[in-house]
């Protein structure tokens, strides 16, 4: 019974990094009022988000009060690479966008809009 135990347990651990969201890792934003942002994405129940995780401008890393906040939430995975469903916040801004994504290789195209208006960027993995 201990070796069914400990098999399964195997199983499970090595399946793990197999099932996780392609998204999740820290993703690096475009220019917006002269700073950008690593946002990192992890699991938020069913759902993705992603924080804040550090923040730039033109002389390097700054601090801001925005590091640690949501940025995306309730993304949902749609597979294929798309995500929808989700709201994005601009800290310049302090806008919040219904928003969806799009994933290929190492760009994640982000897309948000108030009402008819809509911004989007195409973010980049960081390595």
């Not at 220019?31 to 390097?60: E, P, R």
């Not at 590091?67 to 690479?81: E, F, H, R, T, Y």
């Not at 800290?91 to 911004?119: D, E, H, Q, R």
Request: overall charge positive; charged content about 15%.
């Amino acid at each position: 019974m201990k070796r069914v135990i400990a098999a399964a347990a195997l199983a499970v651990g090595l399946a793990s990094p197999a099932m996780a969201d392609p998204v999740l890792g820290v993703w690096k934003t475009q220019v917006d009022d002269g700073a950008y942002a690593h946002v990192t994405f992890s699991k938020c129940g069913a759902a993705l988000c992603g924080v804040i995780s550090k923040a730039f401008d033109a002389s390097g890393e700054i601090s801001t009060p925005n590091i640690g906040k949501q940025l995306v939430w309730d993304m949902s995975p749609n597979g294929g690479g798309k995500y929808s469903g989700g709201k994005i916040w601009q800290p310049s801004t302090g806008k919040v966008y219904k928003s969806k994504m799009t994933l290929a290789g190492s760009s994640l195209k982000v897309a948000g809009c108030v009402g008819p208006i809509c911004k989007k960027q195409t973010w980049s993995r960081v390595k």
